[in-house]
């Protein structure tokens, strides 16, 4: 539970001060606070494992075995998760407020651009 506080903690704090002064867009900070969260969290389970005594050497032949046969079970998990961290690194856009209802001749129309550069009419 520490592992995860610690790791929310300093991600927001890179997100909101440390990446911001370096002049990172939001998109950008979001990805890579969002990366480095993961890996807090993996180390931390890593240093927590070996804090109480047990073995890496002889859990990575039990979870070498088991990785083959639960893979199967949540093999659509695991390319849910590689998918989002590939839209994540592809694609990082800033976040942008849309607007679009208008009325046009008393009939409503929809028309989605963001307030940042609207439409040309």
């Known amino acids: 539970m520490a592992i995860l506080v610690i790791a929310r903690s300093f991600t927001n704090f890179l997100k909101e001060n ?7 867009d939001e998109g950008n900070r979001e990805a890579i606070a969002v990366i480095i969260g993961y890996l807090i ?7 927590a ?17 088991l990785g083959v046969g639960i893979g199967f079970g949540i093999q659509d ?16 856009r800033e976040s942008r407020r849309l607007r679009g209802i208008r009325r046009i001749n008393g009939n409503r129309q929809k ?8 439409p040309n009419h």
Do not use: C, E, M, W
Not at 77 to 92: A, E, H
Not at 111 to 118: A, W
């Open 18 to 24: 440390l990446l911001v002064k370096l002049g990172i």
């Open 41 to 47: 969290v993996a180390l931390g389970v890593i240093v």
């Open 49 to 65: 494992i070996q804090s109480i005594g047990f073995n890496l050497a002889s859990f990575a032949v039990v979870a070498g075995g």
């Open 77 to 92: 998990l695991t390319t849910n998760f590689v998918s989002g961290l590939t839209l994540l690194l592809d694609r990082p």
């Open 111 to 118: 028309n989605l651009h963001s307030i940042d550069h609207p």
